[in-house]
C-alpha cells in the first residue's frame, strides 16, 4: 500500500494536497484496492459550495459503489473531467489522479485530518 508524505488523509480514505487556500481531493491507494476495478466517477459541479462530511460524489466499482466525503469545507473550483473517460486511472495512479480541486473556506479544519504516519497506522488498525 502506497502513502504519500506531504499531504493529509481522512478517515474516508480521502486525500487532500493543500497549495495555500486551494487543494486537490482524491481517493487513496488503500481505497482503490478496497474498490476493486472502478468503472465510473460521480463528480460535484464547479462552484458547488460543500461543508467537511458531505458527500461529494460516488464511485463505482465492479464490485460497489461508495460515497465520497469532503475532507474539508469549501468552493468547488474544478473537477477532473479525464475520469468521466477514464474513470481507471483512479486504480492505476490514485495519488495523481485528483477528483476535484477546491477553495478550502477554514483552513483549522485541516487540524481534523491526519498526517502520512497516522494515516498508516490507521490503515493498519482498520485491517486486523
Sequence with gaps: MKIVEGIYYSKDHEW??????EASIGIT???????GEIVYVEMPEVDDELNAGDVFGVIESVKAASDSYMPVSGKITGINEELEDSPELLNNSPYESWILKVEISDLSELDSLMDHEDYKAFCESESH
Excluded: F
Design 16 to 21: 487532500i494536497k493543500v497549495e495555500g487556500n
Design 29 to 35: 491507494d488503500y481505497a482503490q484496492h478496497a474498490l
